[in-house]
């Protein structure tokens, strides 16, 4: 019997009153802390990375019976969940998303540059939030005086990327560590397309979607267009 066999065995004994489920506690326990998202960090849970790489083609199917896919990153060790598209009713995800404000858009676009420049190192890439906020300030409209407000702006997409877990805590009060899953929260094919994104951005004032095809999203970001939402909850 091979490890991802013995996973999907059926349980011996029910966990409650009416169980009628086939997965163990412990696989049970996974789906769940997936589910909730944002997403399993493996660097620091070995244990639950290890279980789902045992277990990966019964998860998966289980997801796929409620239109998710999960995606894994090797290199990095994250594991999440994302919706799949289909024109049909009743696939959307049970809980809507709620898409990144310009300034939460604009700090993970530029988070995202930085992780990718420490990649290789053997280091966390980490930021203080004051080195956030002059990143932030180098997108800050002209005519902007409200240095309160600003800064208010800013803290408020600190602590959103935060709540997401693409900016962890570090022992420092103010500083944080740059999330590896941030790779892949950020549907970017290229590396090199960032620019552009951030460019696109500070032109419109909006949100800018990397949901769609970066190439006509770019697009319409640039004439004016409306676009759709960018990282989930």
């Known amino acids: 019997m091979t490890p991802t066999d013995s996973y999907a065995a059926p349980i011996t004994e029910p966990l409650f009153e009416g169980d009628t489920g086939s997965f163990p506690l412990a696989l049970r326990q996974l789906v769940v802390r997936l589910l909730r998202g944002p997403y399993l960090d493996g660097s620091t849970d070995a244990a639950a990375w ?52 310009r300034d939460e858009t604009l700090l993970a676009l530029r988070l995202r540059l930085l992780l990718e420049q420490h990649s290789g190192t053997g280091t966390d890439a980490v ?3 004051a080195g956030m906020h002059d990143v932030l300030a ?22 959103r990327l935060n709540s997401l877990r693409l900016l962890t805590n570090t022992e420092l009060a103010d500083e944080f560590r740059i999330s590896p899953a ?52």
């Open 127 to 129: 930021i203080s939030r």
């Open 50 to 101: 290890q279980l789902l790489l045992d277990s990966q083609p019964t998860v998966t199917r289980y997801f796929s019976e409620i239109f998710l896919a999960l995606s894994l990153d090797m290199d990095r060790k994250i594991a999440m969940l994302t919706p799949v598209q289909i024109d049909q009713p009743h696939t959307a995800p049970i809980a809507p998303r709620r898409a990144l404000k």
């Open 182 to 233: 941030l790779a892949m929260a950020l549907p970017i094919s290229s590396i090199q397309d960032i620019p552009r994104y951030i460019a696109a951005i500070d032109a419109n004032q909006s949100v800018l979607s990397l949901s769609e095809a970066q190439a006509e999203e770019l697009e319409k970001a640039e004439n004016g267009e409306s676009t759709e939402e960018l990282v989930q909850e």
């Open 138 to 159: 180098e997108h800050r409209a002209a005519g902007d005086r409200d240095d309160k407000r600003f800064a208010e702006s800013c803290d408020a997409a600190i602590a």
